[in-house]
């Protein structure tokens, strides 16, 4: 029965840093996400100029 605690703790441990793990892509996907936003209207933005010109 011993064996059992130590199992459950090994498990809890991994599913932490599982946890962990997904929360670190995601943090990264969000600021991807977001420069890709601030990166596009940057480089649409000189094009009508362009053409204005």
């Not at 441990?13 to 936003?37: A, C, D, G, M, V």
Request: charged share 55%; glycine share 2%.
């Amino acid at each position: 029965m011993a064996k059992k605690g130590n199992l459950s703790f090994m498990k809890r441990q991994r599913e932490i840093k599982k946890k962990e793990i997904r929360q670190e892509k995601l943090e990264r996907r969000k600021i991807r996400n977001e420069e890709k936003k601030n990166v596009t209207p940057e480089e649409e933005a000189p094009t009508p100029t362009e053409k204005e010109q």
